[in-house]
């Protein structure tokens, strides 16, 4: 079975490509993930992976 987890290599061209989410984008989906986390009961799964989702991609993005 492959490793999910594993870095995705391969050979990629030069040709200028569309991003595959745009920094507005993942903003949003940093808002979205944080605002769904805080709403949440408390003790869920899911909160939890949410906020951490959030957090991970948040400290990815540059600054503004």
């Known amino acids: 079975m492959d490793d999910l987890s594993a870095p995705v290599v391969g050979t990629y061209s ?37 906020f951490a989702l959030a957090t991970d991609i948040a400290g990815r993005l540059p600054s503004e």
């Open 14 to 50: 030069n040709t200028p490509r569309e991003p595959l989410i745009t920094l507005v984008e993942a903003r949003e989906a940093v808002r979205l993930l944080m605002h769904f986390a805080e709403v949440a009961d408390g003790d869920s799964e899911e909160e939890l992976d949410a």
